[in-house]
């Protein structure tokens, strides 16, 4: 990849589309892993306000403290960054509280990690409201397209995507390049929205790498018949959650009612 020349076509694009827009900056969500730290990067690069927001809810010390650091060395390096907390953990323990209870408790684990990130969602959309500000994404190639690995009006529900087009290696390249800090280059990712230390290839059952590796196969027209052992496995997975999240990737349906049924009589 060529590195420098992606880096200044991404910030390009973001003042070009910033100023048409005719908005003020952007805001995004800090959430101490290299997605955000690369995306937030290239948004200050552009010298237009950019807002970092830290919305810890029940958060792995860790994931804060990486959070932190990255928004300390924007602010370092570059004077348009400004940031903010908002502790959402009470605003999500009211709602828990307020829904109706279950009878299996585990049933709920994922629409509540998911309400994580809807909460975070509408934060985001209120100081970019309150500043005319854009709220930039932060999903890779394989998470937005491959797997559909975010949620759906969550850390989906976004204004642009700036490296929505990069595998994650590409993101990591990009990340060496900016100099953005090794504790969070090294850190195993996550997505933060179950209050542990459970990584993204926990979830997933495969590593980015293999993931990659699957989306390249199957968009080369590749069959589960051409693979044997793990390699078959790892096909299967990223076939499995591509189709099943599809959802997210398509748009929204619409029922479109025939014509000729909506003439008007006079």
């Not at 397209?145 to 990591?172: C, H, N, Q, R, W």
């Not at 591509?242 to 006079?266: G, T």
């Amino acid at each position: 990849m060529q590195t420098e020349k992606v880096i200044k076509f991404i910030v390009e694009w973001l003042s070009n589309y910033a100023e048409k827009a005719k908005m003020n900056g952007f805001v995004i969500g800090i959430s101490g892993g290299i997605d955000s730290a690369v995306t937030s990067a290239l948004c200050a690069k552009t010298g237009l306000d950019l807002l970092c927001v830290e919305m810890p809810i029940h958060q792995e010390v860790s994931q804060v403290g990486r959070a932190y650091s990255h928004i300390e060395w924007l602010k370092k390096n570059f004077s348009s960054v400004n940031k903010i907390e908002v502790n959402l953990t009470p605003v999500f323990d009211s709602l828990t509280t307020a829904l109706p209870k279950v009878q299996n408790e585990e049933s709920r684990f994922m629409p509540l990690a998911n309400t994580r990130a809807r909460l975070r969602m509408a934060t985001l959309y209120y100081f970019a409201g309150l500043h005319k500000y854009l709220v930039a994404g932060t999903g890779n190639k394989v998470e937005d397209f491959g797997v559909g690995f975010y949620t759906k009006y969550g850390d989906g529900g976004v204004d642009l995507s700036p490296i929505a087009d990069l595998m994650k290696s590409e993101v990591y390249e990009i990340a060496k390049h900016l100099g953005i800090n090794d504790e969070i280059i090294n850190a195993a990712p996550t997505d933060g929205l179950w209050g542990d230390d459970r990584t993204d290839e926990d979830q997933l059952g495969a590593t980015y790498d293999e993931l990659e590796w699957a989306m390249k196969m199957t968009e080369s027209g590749k069959t589960n018949a051409d693979f044997s052992g793990r390699k078959q496995v790892v096909f299967n997975i990223y076939n499995r959650l591509h189709k099943a999240n599809q959802h997210k990737m398509v748009p929204i349906p619409i029922c479109e009612i025939p014509s000729e049924w909506k003439k008007s009589v006079i």
